[in-house]
């Protein structure tokens, strides 16, 4: 069984602050993992891919990947209340298969931005 | 930006009744998927679809579910016989070929009583 742990929080930061949220997965052979935000009653919405080990930015975020140690993570620099959601960190499963692959997901860690 | 779109956002039905949701997904995408997201859980795959076959389908997707993809640009998840279990958010997503990442619907909250 492929599982994907996060801490469900929630995570309390204050606004201008770096969130800083963790994933850990049990598949050696996965090859991409997505950060997915959800706003509450709303779909996943992805905001990062990546990879390869080490660190990906984009804009305020920051994803950083560790296979050795099975890890992801996500920075969120400047926290903003608009930032406050559910953080899914996603892992596909059978990238190279041929006809596509699925994303496991964890369940989720709460950010709260206070302001 | 292209993006999935579901109907209908809200259905409410019968227990043992069939109720079938819709996705359009992104014109230019081969690989289709619908997850399901029951209140206060994880988002659970349910079924992945390519070249018109099912490609791969989870411990959940019995016997009671079905897929389609009628006319090259609807993909449609039917539930025989609902149960009050079945209740829950549906997502359908999408993927284009070459890359790995999916794009999420807005959803359908099935709600059976």
Known sequence: QKEVEQNSGPLSVPEGAIASLNCTYSDRGSQSFFWYRQYSGKSPELIMSIYSNGDKEDGRFTAQLNKASQYVSLLIRDSQP????????????GDLHPYGNKLVFGAGTILRVKS | EPEVTQTPSHQ????????ILRCVPISNHLYFYWYRQILGQKVEFLVSFYNNEISEKSEIFDDQFS?????????TLKIRSTKLEDSAM?????????????????GTRLTVV
């Open chain 2, 67 to 75: 897929v389609e993809r009628p006319d090259g640009s609807n993909f």
């Open chain 2, 90 to 106: 549906y997502f359908c997503a999408s993927r284009p070929r070459g890359r790995t990442e999916a794009f999420f619907g807005q």
């Open chain 2, 12 to 19: 409410v039905t019968q227990m043992g009744q069939e109720v």
């Open chain 1, 82 to 93: 608009s930032d406050s959601a559910t953080y899914l960190c996603a892992v596909g499963i």
